[in-house]
């Protein structure tokens, strides 16, 4: 299976759960699975350390259908359409099987790059012609890179996120640092702009999007005892989901007690953040993960 694309040791692909096509990066440092469907991450482990990342115990998986958890890609855009509420929530990269385009592995790093380009299929939802890369570098830390082109002849808007499901030991032992100081828009308040004025404690429900493009967010896990840092560049958005368990319980693929254990911090570029792509333009939207032990 995509053996120009193997590298023995290093980069390994075989078919997942519902015979999706999954990959295997591995580096000195770590440890990351994707699946081809969505270019979704869908398990970080740095080496001696427990996944970054979420997965539920409920998801399904199927051909065209989101998987729930992971780093879903929203492209190209994020949340519900702007003016059709039939097209899908989150675009279309995150149902779409992405092909790949290059493998390579260092040192100290393992390396993939996939891609997605404007079918018959795509055209129906969006009409414009794209291209979207998807870089994946594993190292010390895990890097991904979203870059669009556009590549038609009128100016695009996207709007997009890196949709990081983060494991967590629990929702009620859990801080955030780094938002303290920004607005947000409350999804569940109507879009109500809000001051975030202490860091934030989590107390689900809540979905909030951040006017907030600073890198350097802290996710402190007391139970685990662990620190997730999130760097990233070109976003303007940071946002903050957790349904909660009267929420959670009515989603099929997440479960109320489920809910508990992820915290999503996704970094993006939402609502007034929409990215403008003359002809010929291109933007890359990068986050940067790492953990770290938890000194209290
Ligand atoms: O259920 P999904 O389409 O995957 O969306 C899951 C969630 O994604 C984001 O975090 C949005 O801000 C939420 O409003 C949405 O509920």
Redesign the pocket.
Known sequence: MFKPFTLPGRVRFYAGPGQLPHCELTAPAGQVVLCLQGAQVLSYIPTGQPDLLWISPNTQYIQGK?I?GGI?V?WPW??DHPEDGNLP??GFARNALWEIRSSFAADDTTQIQLGLTESATTRQIWPTPFDLTLDIELGHTLKLTLTTRNTGPQSVMVTE?L?SYFAVSSTDSIHIEGLSGCRYHD?LEAFAIKPQREELTPTPPL?R?YDHSASGLKLLDYGLKRVIQIDKSASDST?V?N?GTEVAGG?GDIGAEPSRRYI?I?SGNALGSAVSLPPGASHALVMELSSAALEE
């Open positions: 989101a729930r879903p929203c994020f949340g929530a989150h996120a949709h999804k979905d999007v946002i989901w349904p989603i999503c996704e």
